[in-house]
């Protein structure tokens, strides 16, 4: 399967714990996205990568929040100290860029979270 | 900033046509997207404009107005797998990531 996987698929957790969510985008996008979503809503727009460099960030993103892309590859979104509140579906994307290509994402199957 | 509204829901019959309007204000335009969404799964690119017209695709089609602030994605000889929400965006102003409406959930009955 060469799509964007993530992993775990489903986390419950206690507020207060921390929680780390990993994606691996499609080897030769270059970008990669971060949303989340709640029932009902679309997706919100957290953060995204061009390669390695975090290039831009929503203000939605908490400082309980970090997302890394070490080496341009597979990323991760930690969530620290986490509140009822976080509980949604988190969403990886990545796509090529330019032109349409920059809108045309492609999802993994997410990650959802209940903090309890 | 991008506003987006779409309506929230929407019922239609297997074989019918049917037509999900979307209206959005944004700071500078990049292009519209339209996204389908099954029940507990990923989103899945549908169609893309950027310049004033229909686009067509298969069962689906998209359209666009600039001038109007509107686009409406239109699907024919519905399906009953056709049930699911679908999801207007635009390119934020830098145009380097997709903001989302919040969707119109499709039931097509038989």
């Known amino acids: 399967d060469t799509g964007v996987s993530q992993d775990p698929r489903h986390k419950i957790t206690k507020r207060g714990q921390n929680v780390t969510f990993r994606c691996d985008p499609i080897?030769?996008?270059?970008?990669l996205y971060w949303y989340r979503q709640t029932l009902g809503q679309g997706p919100e727009f957290l953060t995204y990568?061009?390669?390695?460099?975090?290039?831009?960030k929503s203000r939605l993103l908490s400082d309980r929040f970090s997302a890394e892309r070490p080496k341009g590859s597979f990323s991760t979104l930690e969530i620290q100290r986490t509140e009822q509140g976080d509980s949604a579906m988190y969403l990886c994307?990545?796509?090529?860029?330019?032109?349409?290509?920059?809108?045309?994402?492609?999802f993994g199957e997410g990650s959802r979270l209940t903090v309890l | 900033g991008q506003n987006i509204d779409q309506p929230t829901e929407m019922t239609a019959t297997e074989g019918a046509i049917v037509q999900i309007n979307c209206t959005y204000q944004?700071?500078?335009?990049?292009?519209l997207f339209w996204y389908q969404q099954h029940a507990g799964e990923a989103p899945t690119f549908l169609s893309y404009?950027?310049?004033?017209g229909l686009e067509e695709k298969g069962r689906f089609s998209s359209f666009l107005s600039r001038s109007k602030g509107y686009s409406y994605l239109l699907l024919k000889e519905l399906q009953m797998k056709d049930s699911a929400s679908y999801l207007c965006?635009?390119?934020?102003?830098?145009?380097?990531?997709?903001?989302f409406g919040k969707g119109t959930t499709l039931s097509v009955s038989s």
């Open positions: 994307a990545s796509s090529l860029t330019g032109g349409s290509n920059t809108g045309e994402l492609f």
């Open positions: 080897s030769e996008h270059n970008r």
């Open positions: 990568f061009q390669n390695e460099a975090q290039l831009e």
């Open positions: 944004t700071s500078g335009f990049n292009g």
């Open positions: 404009n950027v310049l004033d």
């Open positions: 965006a635009v390119l934020n102003q830098a145009g380097t990531a997709l903001i």
